[in-house]
């Protein structure tokens, strides 16, 4: 049972770049999560998803764009990539509001 | 806005030694608190779930408390290993299905 995945794990980009992180549950979960961590910060809620087809915005959504097409993926993008989106990007999915379960992480650096 | 302290940042505690780490959040009106655990470079480990209307919850030498009227929850660590060296992060959850975390406590125990 892999849980929660995320894919890449590590990315380089370049300042105005675009990229897209995958994740895949096989929990059959209804809600999923993308966060952000950041040094002394804590995480921060980018967007989340209430179901296959839904998304809505978290604290920090700006910059980022997701789309949940299917209900085990969840996809989160950068457009034009800053770096101030330097950061360990979490993955989570829950099947009630709140008992969270997390991928590994993805570590993305902008040059 | 919701805002979730964790005092303190680090600890450093003889193994063997009892421990208790401090969650303190704003707003009392949550669905539930979760505390993780995080080990370097990678995701979170749920550790215990306490909804709203519980005041507590036990697992193995873990034991969180929840005062929703003071706004604090603890997370009891009974007879410390070097193995519990990690951060741990509570998240308060609201309804609308999404966590808020505190900037977690980086507890190392020494040998």
């Known amino acids: 049972n892999a849980g929660v995945t995320q894919t890449p794990k590590f990315r380089v980009l370049k300042t105005g770049q675009s990229m897209t992180l995958l994740c895949a549950q096989d929990m059959n979960h209804e809600y999923m999560y993308w966060y952000r961590q950041d040094p002394g910060m804590g995480l921060r809620l980018i967007h989340y998803?209430?179901?296959?087809?839904?998304?809505a915005k978290g604290e920090v959504p700006d910059g980022y764009n997701v789309s949940r097409l299917k209900k085990q993926n969840f996809l989160l993008g950068l457009e034009s990539a800053a770096p101030s989106q330097t950061s360990v990007y979490f993955c989570a999915s829950s099947y009630q509001p709140g008992e969270l379960f997390f991928g590994e992480g993805s570590r993305l650096t902008v040059l | 806005k919701q805002e979730v302290t964790q005092i303190p940042a680090a600890l450093s505690v003889p193994e063997g030694e009892n421990l208790v780490l401090n969650c303190s959040f704003t707003d009392s009106a949550i669905y539930n608190l979760q505390w993780f655990r995080q080990d370097p470079g990678k995701g979170l480990t749920s550790l215990l779930l306490?909804?709203?209307?519980?005041r507590e919850q036990t697992s193995g030498r873990l034991n969180a408390s929840l005062d929703k009227s003071s706004g604090r929850s603890t997370l009891y660590i009974a007879a410390s290993q070097p193995g519990d060296s990690a951060t741990y992060l509570c998240a308060v959850g609201d309804s609308s299905y999404k966590l808020i975390f505190g900037s977690g406590t980086r507890l190392l125990v020494r040998p």
């Open positions: 306490i909804q709203s209307s519980q």
């Open positions: 998803s209430v179901g296959e087809g839904t998304t």
